[in-house]
């Protein structure tokens, strides 16, 4: 959480990484992202990224920062 908004976090084995709606498409095409389908419909905006996706350090900042990049961008709650 990123005041008060939700930037990433760990669903079973998957990161998920909130980019934005703007941001989407080009984080669904990065390998082992794919939709966050948490309710059996994917949200737009959230992504899953499989264990290998972001098992090294540099890959896990990567799609921190894209988290970051996008709640920091609207408004605390």
């Given at each position: 959480m990123v005041n008060g908004h939700m930037c990433c976090g760990i669903v079973d084995?998957?990161?998920v990484v909130r980019t934005?709606?703007?941001q989407y498409e080009a984080a669904i095409s990065k390998p082992h992202a794919r939709p966050m389908?948490?309710?059996g419909r994917?949200?737009?905006g959230f992504v899953y990224v499989d264990p290998e996706g972001y098992r090294s350090t540099r890959d896990l900042k990567a799609w921190i920062q894209r988290g970051l990049h996008?709640?920091?961008s609207l408004p605390p709650k």
């Amino acid at each position: 959480m990123v005041n008060g908004h939700m930037c990433c976090g760990i669903v079973d084995k998957n990161l998920v990484v909130r980019t934005g709606p703007e941001q989407y498409e080009a984080a669904i095409s990065k390998p082992h992202a794919r939709p966050m389908d948490f309710t059996g419909r994917s949200m737009r905006g959230f992504v899953y990224v499989d264990p290998e996706g972001y098992r090294s350090t540099r890959d896990l900042k990567a799609w921190i920062q894209r988290g970051l990049h996008f709640v920091r961008s609207l408004p605390p709650k």
